[in-house]
C-alpha cells in the first residue's frame, strides 16, 4: 500500500509550486493511475514519492519512507522513462548486472527475461532494442528483485495497441499476486480500461479521486461537441427547449466558441440550430474527457481509436439517436460513440475499468489468473475493428458466451506466463555484492579492453621509436615514455579506464534508476579502486613485458637487459601506474564526469609537480635520506625482517616529485569524497 501525504514541490523563483498539497492511496491488489495533461504534475509526483526531487511531504510504502527501507529495490520497483544501461552492454549482461548489485542470484535474469519474452534478444545490445522491447527490458529490471511495489511513468508510452495490451496484462498479473500498482497515463480512457482507482491531477492538484467506475460514469459521459460563433444564443436555446419539453440537457460553455451538450444528440442540437438561424461550424459526438485543458489528449486518444470503430461508424451515423438513458447505458457497456460532420469518433472504454461491477464471471477468472485471454476480455473495442457488428447486435450480446468468445485474443497473442518466482534474498549486505557488481560492469563492455589494445600498441610503437632516435634511458625505454608526454602511455590509460568506472556510472546510470543519483558509497567506492588496482598492475605488466619484446625483436638484446636496480624501477613504475588510476576514479566519482577524471590524472604531473617542487625547493630525495635512521631511532628497536628498506623505498618514491604530487592529489580528492559522501548522508 502506498500512502502520500501532502507532496509540494519546492517552487522556483516567482512560479507556483509544479506539485501543491497532492495527497492520496494506492492499496495493494489494485492498479492506480495518476492522470493527467502534460503539465499536471505527474511526473514530479513520482520523484517526490521516490525522493528523487526536493520537497514536502511524505510518502509511506506499506507503512515506511523510503529512506527507511533498507534494501527500496527490493519493495519498489521503478520504471521511469527508457532503462538507463550502457548501449553496448547486452540484455543478460545488463540484467545479470543489476543482479550482483541487489545481492540476488544471477539465475534470476533468466527467469525474469523469460517472463517479459526477451530470451531470444538477451544477447543483443541494449542500442539495437525497439521501444516495445526497451519497455519490457524496464519492466524486467523492475520485476528483478521481487518488489511489492510497481511505480511506472507512463509505461505504455510510444507502444502499439499489441504492446500496451501485454505491459496491462504483466501489471494485472502483479497485483493479482497482492502487489500495488502505481502508473500515470495522459490518456483518460486508457486509465478507466485499465486502472481500478483514478486519481486525477490538475495544475499540480488533485481534482478527483474516485473509483474507475465512477470516473468512467461522471467523467467520460458521452457529450456533444458545438462549434458556433453565437455559442451564447445556441446555449439558451438549447436550456429553454430542455425545460420545454422535460428533458435533462446540460449545457456548459467552453473556452472560445465551444459548447459541450450533455444528455441530447447531434441530431436535436443541429435542427435547434437550423430552425433558428444559427450556423454550426462544428457538431459532433464525443466522450467527455477532464475538461478543455485535456482536449488535446483527448484528441489524441481520439485518432488511436478511429482505426477500431471504422466498422461501426457508417450504420451509427445512419441510425437515429437514443435519450440520455441510451447514451448512459452505452456508455457503460462499452459501446461505440458516433461522428457526424467534422467530429471525431471514439470508442468508450469503461467497462473493463469497473472491477466493482463487473460480471461474476469475469471477476473469477480475474482471481485465477492474470494472463493476457484476461486482460484482452476486459478490452473488447480493441478488436472492434475486426468484427463488423452493429451496435443493437454489440449491446445484445454482452452477457453472452458469444462476446466472450469474440473478445478472445487471436491465436499469435499467446497467455501470458506467470510473474517470476518469489525469491529469497539475506537481509544482511554482503561484502563481495558491490565487488562482483564492478566485476561484471568491466567486463560486460568492450571499452576496457579496446583501452589496454590501443594503450599496449602505442607504447610499443614509442619503444621502438626512441630507441631508434636514441638518447633516451633504458627506464624510460622500456615505458614507452618520452620526455615531452607528462605521463607514459600505461598511466594516461590506466586513469582513464579509472576514469570509466565512476565516469560511465552517472553517464548510464543502471543503479540510479530506483534512487535517481548515482550512489557513492563507500563499499561501491572499495570495490571499485580494488578491481581498478589489478586492472592497473596487469596493464603495467603487459606493457614492460609488450615493450622489452618489441626492443629485442628489432634491436636485439642489448636494449632488452633488464637494469641493476629493477626492483625499486618496478615499484616506481607500479606506483604511478595504480596512483594514475586511482586518481582517475577518485575525480570521476567526486565531478561526476569521465573527462573530469582524466583531466584529474593529466593535471598531476602538469599543474600539482610544479607546485610541489616550489614548496619543496630542491631535490625532494634528500629530505628522505635519513628517515628509516631516525624512524629506528625513535621506536628504539630494529625494524624485523630489514622493514627499514621498504620504509625507505616507500618513502623516496613518495618523495620523488611525480610520486609527491600524485600522493598529494589523491589524499586531496578521497578527503573530498568523502566529505561529500559523509555530507551526503546527513541531509
Known amino acids: 500500500m502506498i500512502q502520500a501525504i501532502g507532496l509540494t514541490s519546492d517552487p522556483r523563483k516567482d512560479l507556483p509550486p509544479a506539485v501543491d498539497d497532492v495527497s492520496f492511496e494506492a492499496r495493494a491488489g489494485r492498479v492506480t493511475a495518476l492522470l493527467g495533461g502534460p503539465g499536471a504534475g505527474k511526473t514530479t509526483v513520482l520523484r517526490l514519492m521516490l525522493e528523487l526531487q526536493r520537497g514536502r511531504g511524505v510518502t509511506y510504502?506499506?507503512?515506511?519512507?523510503?529512506?527507511?527501507?533498507?534494501?527500496?529495490?527490493?519493495?519498489?520497483?521503478?520504471?521511469?522513462?527508457?532503462?538507463?544501461?550502457?548501449?553496448?552492454?547486452?540484455?543478460?549482461g545488463h540484467l545479470r548486472m543489476l543482479c550482483a548489485a541487489a545481492g540476488v542470484p544471477a539465475r534470476r535474469a533468466d527467469e525474469v527475461l523469460e517472463v517479459v519474452g526477451l530470451v531470444s534478444l538477451r544477447d543483443e545490445r541494449l542500442s539495437t532494442l525497439s521501444r516495445g522491447m526497451d519497455r519490457r527490458l524496464g519492466l524486467a529490471c523492475a520485476l528483478l528483485t521481487d518488489p511489492h511495489t510497481l511505480v511506472l511513468d507512463d509505461p505504455t508510452s510510444g507502444l502499439s495497441t499489441r504492446e500496451k495490451r501485454w505491459m496491462h496484462g504483466m501489471l494485472r498479473a502483479h497485483v493479482a499476486h497482492g502487489g500495488t500498482v502505481l502508473l500515470t497515463t495522459p490518456d483518460p480512457k486508457e486509465a478507466a480500461r485499465t486502472a481500478d482507482q483514478v486519481v486525477t491531477l490538475e495544475r499540480g492538484r488533485v481534482v478527483a479521486d474516485q473509483e474507475a467506475a465512477d470516473f468512467a460514469r461522471t467523467?467520460?459521459?458521452?457529450?456533444?461537441?458545438v462549434r458556433t460563433p453565437h455559442a451564447p444564443r445556441l446555449a439558451t436555446l438549447l436550456t429553454k427547449e430542455a425545460r420545454a419539453t422535460h428533458r435533462s440537457v446540460e449545457v456548459v460553455r467552453e473556452s472560445g466558441n465551444r459548447l459541450s451538450v450533455y444528455g441530447s444528440t447531434c441530431a436535436d442540437v443541429g435542427e435547434t440550430a437550423f430552425r433558428n438561424g444559427i450556423p454550426v461550424h462544428q457538431l459532433a459526438d464525443e466522450v467527455g474527457d477532464m475538461g478543455p485543458r485535456a482536449s488535446t489528449t483527448a484528441d489524441r486518444s481520439a485518432d488511436e481509436a478511429r482505426a477500431d470503430v471504422a466498422p461501426q461508424r457508417k450504420a451509427a451515423v445512419s441510425r437515429p439517436e437514443?435519450?440520455?438513458?441510451?447514451?448512459?447505458?452505452?456508455?457503460?457497456?462499452?459501446?461505440?460513440?458516433r461522428t457526424t460532420g467534422t467530429g471525431t469518433a471514439t470508442s468508450s472504454a469503461t467497462e473493463p475499468a469497473t472491477s466493482s461491477t463487473a460480471s461474476a464471471p469475469v471477476r473469477k477468472r480475474r482471481q485465477?489468473?492474470?494472463?493476457?485471454?484476461?486482460?484482452?476480455?476486459?478490452?473488447?473495442?480493441?478488436?472492434?475493428?475486426?468484427?463488423?457488428?452493429?451496435?443493437?447486435?454489440?449491446?445484445?450480446?454482452?452477457?453472452?458466451?458469444?462476446r466472450r468468445a469474440a473478445e478472445a485474443p487471436s491465436a499469435e497473442l499467446d497467455a501470458l506466463p506467470e510473474l517470476p518466482p518469489p525469491i529469497s534474498v539475506r537481509p544482511a549486505p554482503s561484502p563481495l555484492r558491490p565487488l562482483r557488481y564492478e566485476l561484471r560492469r568491466a567486463a560486460g563492455v568492450g571499452t576496457g579492453f579496446v583501452t589496454c589494445g590501443a594503450v599496449l600498441l602505442v607504447s610499443a610503437v614509442t619503444a621502438v621509436l626512441l630507441a631508434r632516435v636514441g638518447h633516451t634511458p633504458r627506464p624510460r625505454l622500456m615505458a614507452g615514455w618520452p620526455q615531452q608526454?607528462?605521463?607514459?602511455?600505461?598511466?594516461?590509460?590506466?586513469?582513464?579506464?579509472?576514469?570509466?568506472?565512476?565516469?560511465?556510472?552517472f553517464r548510464h546510470p543502471a543503479l540510479a534508476a530506483d534512487r535517481g543519483t548515482v550512489p557513492r558509497r563507500l563499499g561501491l567506492l572499495a570495490a571499485k579502486l580494488l578491481v581498478t588496482t589489478a586492472t592497473a598492475l596487469l596493464l603495467a605488466v603487459l606493457t614492460l613485458g609488450c615493450d622489452i619484446e618489441m626492443l629485442y625483436l628489432v634491436y636485439g638484446r642489448e636494449l632488452a637487459e633488464v637494469p641493476s636496480d629493477w626492483l625499486s624501477l618496478t615499484a616506481s613504475w607500479f606506483g604511478l601506474v595504480v596512483g594514475c588510476a586511482w586518481a582517475g576514479v577518485l575525480a570521476a566519482g567526486l565531478f561526476r564526469s569521465t573527462?573530469?577524471?582524466?583531466?584529474?590524472v593529466v593535471a598531476v604531473p602538469v599543474a600539482v609537480v610544479p607546485v610541489v617542487h616550489k614548496i619543496v625547493e630542491g631535490p625532494s630525495v634528500r629530505t628522505a635520506a635519513g628517515f628509516p635512521l631516525r624512524i629506528r631511532e625513535l621506536l628504539l628497536n630494529q625494524w624485523p625482517f630489514g622493514g627499514e628498506r621498504y620504509v625507505e623505498a616507500a618513502a623516496?618514491?613518495?618523495?620523488?616529485?611525480?610520486?609527491?604530487?600524485?600522493?598529494?592529489?589523491?589524499?586531496?580528492?578521497?578527503?573530498?569524497?568523502?566529505?561529500?559522501t559523509l555530507r551526503g548522508k546527513v541531509r
Do not use: C, K, M, N
Open 368 to 402: 485465477r489468473s492474470a494472463t493476457a485471454s484476461d486482460t484482452e476480455a476486459r478490452t473488447p473495442q480493441a478488436r472492434s475493428g475486426d468484427r463488423q457488428r452493429t451496435e443493437p447486435e454489440a449491446e445484445a450480446s454482452d452477457t453472452t458466451p458469444r
Open 219 to 225: 467523467r467520460l459521459r458521452p457529450r456533444v461537441a
Open 595 to 600: 573527462t573530469a577524471g582524466l583531466a584529474a
Open 652 to 676: 623516496r618514491l613518495i618523495a620523488q616529485p611525480v610520486g609527491g604530487a600524485l600522493t598529494l592529489s589523491l589524499a586531496a580528492l578521497l578527503g573530498a569524497f568523502l566529505f561529500t
Open 61 to 92: 510504502f506499506r507503512g515506511r519512507p523510503l529512506h527507511r527501507i533498507a534494501h527500496p529495490s527490493r519493495e519498489v520497483g521503478v520504471l521511469l522513462g527508457d532503462v538507463p544501461g550502457h548501449p553496448a552492454r547486452t540484455v543478460r
Open 485 to 505: 608526454l607528462p605521463l607514459p602511455p600505461a598511466a594516461l590509460g590506466a586513469g582513464l579506464l579509472g576514469a570509466l568506472a565512476f565516469g560511465d556510472e
Open 322 to 337: 437514443g435519450s440520455r438513458e441510451q447514451a448512459a447505458t452505452r456508455a457503460r457497456s462499452g459501446g461505440p460513440t
